[in-house]
Nanobody, 126 residues
Framework: VQLQASGGGLVQAGGSLRLSCAASGRTISSYNTGWFRQAPGKEREFVAGIRWNGGSTYYLDFVKGRFRISRDNAENAVYLQMNNLKPEDTATYYC????????????????????WGQGTLVTVSS
């Protein structure tokens, strides 16, 4: 199983980016997917998650209303649309996959994920 995260870059505050997480070796619609981020000197934190059936999503409070997680089954990919970016959003963003048995509220905990992508760097300038 491989998860390939992409779409990061440098953007000014208030701008937008869309991150992609392409999966191989695993049908993404059969698993839960999450996005995490890690800023320099800080612990990795949950950002957003989507259940395997695509019907439920979960967000870190700080990104609610600004970020949106979605999935394209045909592309076997999950996306994170990030709008109104703030300098505090600067971090390396990782996508990860968890078994479908993981309940929604548990998706914020990294221990439930069994595969991780390599990360994509997002830098937001003020």
């Amino acid at each position: 199983v491989q998860l390939q995260a992409s779409g990061g870059g440098l953007v000014q505050a208030g701008g937008s980016l869309r991150l992609s997480c392409a999966a191989s070796g695993r049908t993404i619609s059969s698993y839960n997917t999450g996005w995490f981020r890690q800023a320099p000197g800080k612990e990795r934190e949950f950002v957003a998650g989507i259940r395997w059936n695509g019907g439920s999503t979960y967000y870190l409070d700080f990104v609610k209303g600004r970020f949106r997680i979605s999935r394209d089954n045909a592309e076997n990919a999950v996306y994170l649309q990030m709008n109104n970016l703030k300098p505090e959003d600067t971090a390396t963003y990782y996508c990860a996959s968890a078994p479908r048995t993981t309940i929604l509220s548990s998706l914020r905990q990294s221990k439930y994920y069994d595969y991780w992508g390599q990360g994509t760097l997002v830098t937001v300038s003020s």
